[in-house]
C-alpha cells in the first residue's frame, strides 16, 4: 500500500467472498431466465469480469459509459451518455453492474433511462453503496457492502483515472486530493 492510501478498507479476499454470494443470490433469482448485464463504464469492470465469471445464469453482457463525477470528488448531478448500449433491451431482463452508488444520481438516471426503452424488468448489483445513495429513490436488489462516506479507489474505482487496478478497495489519503 503506497502512501497515496490511508487503509485497505476491503481486501481480495472479502471482495471474493461476497461476489460468492451475489451470484448465488443472481442465480437463484433469474432461473429460467437469461440476464443482461449491462456494466457502467470505467468503474464497473473488475465488478463485472467477477461476478460475471460466478453466474452460471445464461447472460449477456453490454456496457455503458455516462458521465457524472468528471475527473474530481463531487457528483455533479448531471448525466450524459457517452456511450450507448449496443443491444436492443426490449422485453430484456436487464441487471445493471456497478462499482458503487454514491449520491444515486447516475443510477436512478439509468434505471429510468432503461425502463423507457421497454425492459421486462432492471435490477441493479452494486458491489459498494455510500449512505447518500439512500436520499434518492434507487431501489437496489443486490449490495456487496454499504461502507462509510469516505473516499475509496481500487477495484475500478478511480480518483483522476488512477488507482483502479488496485486488486482491493482502499480509502484515499487526505492529502491527495487536498482535503
Ligand atoms: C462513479 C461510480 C459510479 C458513479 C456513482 O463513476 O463508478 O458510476 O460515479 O456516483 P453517484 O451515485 O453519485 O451518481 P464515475 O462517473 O466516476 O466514472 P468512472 O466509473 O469512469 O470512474
Ligand atoms: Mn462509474
Ligand atoms: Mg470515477
Not at 497515496?4 to 460468492?20: C, G, N, S
Not at 445464461?58 to 456511450?83: F, Q
Not at 483515472?161 to 489519503?173: C, D, H, I, Q, S
Amino acid at each position: 500500500m503506497g502512501k497515496d492510501l490511508d487503509k485497505v478498507l476491503l481486501t481480495q479476499e472479502q471482495i471474493a467472498a461476497r461476489l460468492d454470494e451475489l451470484a448465488e443470490q443472481i442465480d437463484a433469482d433469474y432461473v429460467g431466465r437469461e440476464v443482461l448485464l449491462v456494466g457502467v463504464l470505467r468503474g464497473a469492470v473488475m465488478v463485472m469480469a467477477d461476478l460475471s465469471r460466478r453466474l452460471h445464469t445464461p447472460l449477456e453482457m453490454d456496457w455503458m459509459a455516462v458521465s457524472s463525477y468528471g475527473s474530481g470528488t463531487r457528483s455533479s448531478g448531471v448525466v450524459r451518455i457517452l456511450k450507448d448500449l449496443d443491444t436492443d433491451v426490449h422485453g430484456r431482463d436487464v441487471l445493471i453492474v456497478e462499482d458503487i452508488i454514491d449520491s444515486g444520481l447516475t443510477l436512478s438516471w439509468l434505471v429510468s433511462n432503461l425502463r423507457g426503452r421497454g425492459t421486462a424488468s432492471v435490477e441493479i448489483a452494486t458491489l459498494l453503496r455510500k449512505p447518500d445513495a439512500a436520499k434518492v429513490e434507487v431501489d437496489v436488489r443486490y449490495v456487496g457492502f454499504d461502507i462509510p462516506p469516505e473516499f475509496v479507489v481500487g477495484y475500478g474505482l478511480d480518483y483522476a483515472e488512477k488507482y483502479r487496478n488496485l486488486p482491493f478497495v482502499g480509502t484515499l489519503a487526505p492529502h491527495v486530493y487536498g482535503g
